[in-house]
């Protein structure tokens, strides 16, 4: 078979071509390759690009950034692009009937129409909805760009113009209008709609942190201040309360209470209005009740809003007398209702007084798992949103519904060669986007609900399908034994998550002229739907006709096409697929570049549509047992292969990835080391090749040279040190029989899994034992099927030059091809590796002469299950030991797993692995975490199926029934709902029931142990891991775990909203749940989230420059992605969240203390509305906005933010993880600081209780924590106790760091420091017991910590230290930073790195370091 990889020049992988070879430059822009790449900003990234496939990412953003460098003239073109993104705003002058002119600051890039949403929006404009801008008596045209109006300039002066209204602006009045008076109504965050999410800061802040004129009161701030903390807070403590989670906060009661401004507005009966009314202008009726119990009638007219004279019961359009015509309804009522206009200010102030972040819509919507009980109010909007549909004018888009594909594919299809198109086309794509998973999740529910009109409604409920707003709506079941050999309707509920996987990673390729659907995966009650955009023209024909490549029937019938075959080879690099063929049912070879299933279809449209992509990646033999085929030793002594529900497991991407990268870095080693060997053999010109002297000995020299890992392995190397002559024969023999191999692999398998990553060994591999046929010394790190000859285990480092030369050496030639071959890649000139995602797929078959290639490609499998377990799962234990990986709940166990490639359904391996694990105490958050999700999500496979036979009237029962059964002690027995409606029994009869409907309460039989007991089985046929445990109480004693954690984890699992009170779960005698205590269901959406390539890209340079020191230009390439994040995501996402976050840390670095603040709360804000307020990266962000409020002299805000990240910290993962120790500290020396010293030390001592624990007892933080505990017992006079604290620190730093240290000669500074003072102390008390009353006492030295040393400490604790530097270190820091950059290359040309701007320092560094 041809290797696609050929057309790039046969050379030595420099690297340099080998990472354009490995990223595959995207067909439309070959200029990849073209020198180093420079970003807009002109730094080099060349620097930021590693070898192998995990560069993938990073130079798939190069090549974007850099597709209009070359076209356009090269760097300056790019320079341009960021000017004018930054192009100098101007101020205009807008006058608005009865208010002052005012000036407002724009930016030409804006469109007229962001004037009129900001003028929405202020206070004083709020209620004008109907209006058009005016220039010189010129109309604006709302979408046009500021920068194309003529005359518009600084200074000039736009007119508010009243427009007169139609229905439709009637309608959007009415609905702002309502928007503005539940302006800061918490209901709609809590049910979940609009986008709508919680905060709680301003609680914790009093108002904005950034007004620091009005709470800067440093002198008498201290003597306010009341430290203690809530008991459930203080270290020790064993309750958990759940009413904290959410703080009543202040302007909340106030809705609720007197600031109402009406009592109901609504639509009125009298709507629409009749003929002859029409014609005198009226629009629609409206009814309302004032505070003050006056009910009245108002017409929307043409010109404006009128009283009228109708009642409840009899119409009389006529204008009432006096009739308050005005053209905005608050105006009208201002005049109606004192009390209306009273509050209607005070609201509008408070909600203008509200942090922009806490008011903005989410892009995606975020659940509340808890909520108070909110009263129900009138309102009409509400109700005519969940009764008409709200297509008519959703969005205000003319024309009807949405035409979803259409809009997701044209924005695709958006220019993108230079900065400014690419931008608006990531803005475009991330809205649409964005919409549809709203407009699918509420159709998924809609269809639930059983709301939605079947397109087969004569079959039965599991096999209908749904159309509704232009989304296709289908349920996770299998129907029509689709799915039969795969497993069933597990099959059928794995498929669309796998799909989306698919659809995101051929999003993320993006390849003009390729189109897949919008796809949304939505989780609710129990069923699983997909929606997915509709492919014009598929619905009028039979699948049959339209699919024009891949299979309709897993691979028994297969179509080709070669305009399908070009546009996926241009995704098969990245996605490292590999083109193959297969038999379909005429035994004829067809040629296919994605799985079987993959299918294309042509829409109506003409455009390209691929679906299906449930088989993207590659199968994960280790949970597909096939018949006859041996599993590498590494996998099969973890017990795999496994059976699995379903036979969809796959490989995720990042496994992929992180393997392929693995055999790039064991390519080059390999190649390097031949190298080495032929240079040797050349020098010591041998007479004949087959004495084995020179060789041999050159050999043994290398073990020496270090692996990255820094691991040399000369044992090994001696054992199979073989060469020969006959290298010839390496090409001939490829496969060889797996147990001649066996015994002389013993001595490598050994050792593999326990360290090196780079240690994975094959038995079928190699054979030692024809030795004639020996190759010039090939490698037997990770040796696949197309090896053969003896191989030698080694490792070592690439020399930067040893590799370089051409390939005209016939010599050189075959050291790639022989490292090729031992690596499996698919070319014989380079290094390639691909999958073929249809090995093992049931009913594939593949042509007779592809038969080597098949065999290839599944050892490729094995060896790529084998690295999963061997090195993929011990590097995740070994993040989580040095505590590069912290998870603290199950969505960050879940992301650490995932990064690492990681399937969830290995989490039962991993819990194996940790509990194996000599350091297994270190590890004890880990196993912890770990469990409970295991539980977890036992519980929730359970409560699907369970959930499925309840019907609507008994759900909240049921949902109470199983919380019980799964966390309560009482031993629950159900209490079937009292019937609210005796006669329910008559309705029944109605034909078109929700799916699974039905007079069914076998729920109400499931008891504690059952429950448990099928928990304690899903454990083991789904995870296999064996729980020992018969009940909720069992689970918390023997693995240490919280029922409030696991309370949330399962509700944020399962969508459960509950009643935010104290639930008691030990009580024996009654259930902690009751049904009133179930507020909603909400569905858990899957979704695909577009990036912003560009932003993200230069996010990544300023990460790469803060770590080199260069702090400057770093924080001007952060602001850089801010504007671009802000450009392509609107103002909240997670992304900008990470981007504030680091912002703040680096002005806090460069001593802008404010600024840090106000963009570190931007990123608190941010964080609990885009992630959740308990989510664990919002503890993070409390815990910097803490630090940099300290820094800013507001010391009680700061210690109310520590507490509430201790209390989110209790709540998410209980007391005992490594980063409570980091709290706690914090906490401590912050009492320490206002002089609250016994409460300081018992957060101080939890805290060096607990990095002893985690750390162990001679860690650098341990040392760190004594002395801090020391510093208390000092001011506090206790000096014994000090001394025996610092005397442990001192220890530590001696033998860790030796006597020379500054750290250990500060300590032992301390130490004498100390004494002294003690001898002081001891003898004043000796002079007042001789003297009694008339001693001379020394004054003795009781000082309060300084707030500038409080401060340091904190520095040093939160990782951020304050190096003084000479200008012989900063000459070594800069070598020191070239060097790492050289490493980085490995062998790229390294530029002259003085070109960049030498490090501008001061006397000290900052520098952003973690200790330890």
Known sequence: MVSKTDDIPASVPNCNVNTVDLVGETPDRKETSKGPHKDPCGHSVDTAVMNGGGAHDLSEEESKQDGAGDTDGGEDSNEQEVIVIQDTGFTVKIQAPGTEP???????????????????????????????LQLDGNVLDNFAELKSIEGLQEGSLLKVVEEPYTVREARIHVRHIRDLLKGLDPSDAYNGVDCNSLSFLSVFTDGDLGDSGKRKKKGSELEQIDCTPPEHILPGSKERPLLPLQPQNKDWKVIMTPMQCLKVLTMSGWNPPPGNRKMHGDLMYLYMVTVEERHISITASTRGFYLNQSTTYTFNPKPANPSFLSHSLVELLSQISPAFKKNFTALQKKRVQRHPFERIATPFQVYSWTAPQVDHTMDCVRAEDAYTSR????????????????????????????????????????????????AATRGSMAVIDGNVMAINPGEETRMQMFIWNNIFFSLGFDVRDHYRELGGDAAAHAAPTNDLNGVRAYGAVDVEGLYTLGTVVVDYRGYRVTAQSIIPGILEREQEQSVIYGSIDFGKTVVSHGKYLELLERTSRPLKVQRHNVLNEKDESMELCSSVECKGIIGNDGRHYILDLLRTFPPDLNFLPVEGEELSPESVRQGFPRQHRHRLACLRQELIEAFVEHRYLLFMKMAALQLMQQKANKESKLATLTENSSPGAAVPALPSTETPDGSAESSETSTETLTDANSDAAQTESTSDAPQAAATETTTTEAAPKTEPMTETDS????????????????????????????????????????????????????????????????????????????????????????????????????????LVSCQIPSLVKDCLDHSALPMDGATLTEALHQRGINVRYLGNVLAFVDKTPAKAQLEHFYRIGISELITRCAKHIFKTYLQGVELSALSAAVSHFLNCFLSSFDAVAHLPADE?????????????????????????????????????????????????????????????????????ISIKAGIQILIKEYNFDSRHKPAFTEEDILNIFPVVKHVNPKASDAFHFFQSGQAKVQQGYLKEGCELINEALNLFNNVYGAMHVEICACLRLLARLNYIMGDHHEALSNQQKAVLMSERVLGVEHPNTIQEYMHLALYCFANGQLSTALKLLYRARYLMLMVCGEDHPEMALLDSNIGLVLHGVMEYDLSLRFLENALAINSKYHGPRSLKVALSHHLVARVYESKAEFRSALQQEKEGYTIYKNQVGEAHEKTKESSEYLKYLTQQAVALQRTMNEIYKNGSNASIMPLKFTAPSMASVLEQLNIINGIIFIPLSQKDLENLKAEVQRRQQLQESGKSVEDLTVHSPLELEDKIPMDVNVD
């Not at 020399?799 to 014989?828: F, H, M, T, Y």
């Open 102 to 132: 005012f000036d407002l600051q724009v930016s030409p890039q804006e469109m007229v129409q962001e004037i009129h949403q900001v003028l929405m929006d202020r206070e004083d404009t709020c209620h004008r909805t109907c209006f058009s």
């Open 391 to 438: 297509l008519g004018y959703e969005e205000h888009i003319p024309g009807q519904t949405r035409d979803w594909n259409e809009e997701l594919q044209t924005t695709r299809e958006l220019a993108r060669k230079n900065l400014p198109e690419r931008l608006l086309r990531e803005r475009a794509i991330f809205k649409v986007h964005s919409d549809f998973a709203a």
């Open 764 to 867: 079928s591999a190699t054979t030692t034992t024809n030795a004639s046929q020996a190759t010039p010394i090939e490698v037997n790190v990770v040796p696949t099927v197309t090896t053969n000859g003896p191989l030698v285990p080694f490792a070592t480092a690439i020399q930067n030059g040893e590799c370089e030369s051409p390939l005209e050496d016939p010599k050189s030639r075959e050291v790639v091809l022989n490292a090729c071959k031992a690596v499996g890649s698919i070319s014989n000139t380079s290094f390639d590796i691909r999958f073929n995602p249809d090995i093992f797929s049931p009913g594939v078959r593949f042509p007779e002469d592809s038969a080597d290639d098949i065999q290839k490609q599944k050892q490729l499998l094995k060896d790529a299950g084998a690295f």
């Open 981 to 1049: 409606l005796v006669s329910r029994r008559k309705n029944r009869k109605r034909r078109n029931r929700v799916p699974g409907g039905g007079d069914n309460t076998a729920w109400a039989s499931l008891t504690p142990s059952e429950l448990w007991k099928n928990i304690v089985s899903e454990a083991q046929s789904y995870y296999h891991f064996t729980l020992h445990c018969e009940n909720a109480d069992q689970v918390v004693e023997k693995y240490g775990l919280q029922k409030i954690t696991l309370l949330r984890e």
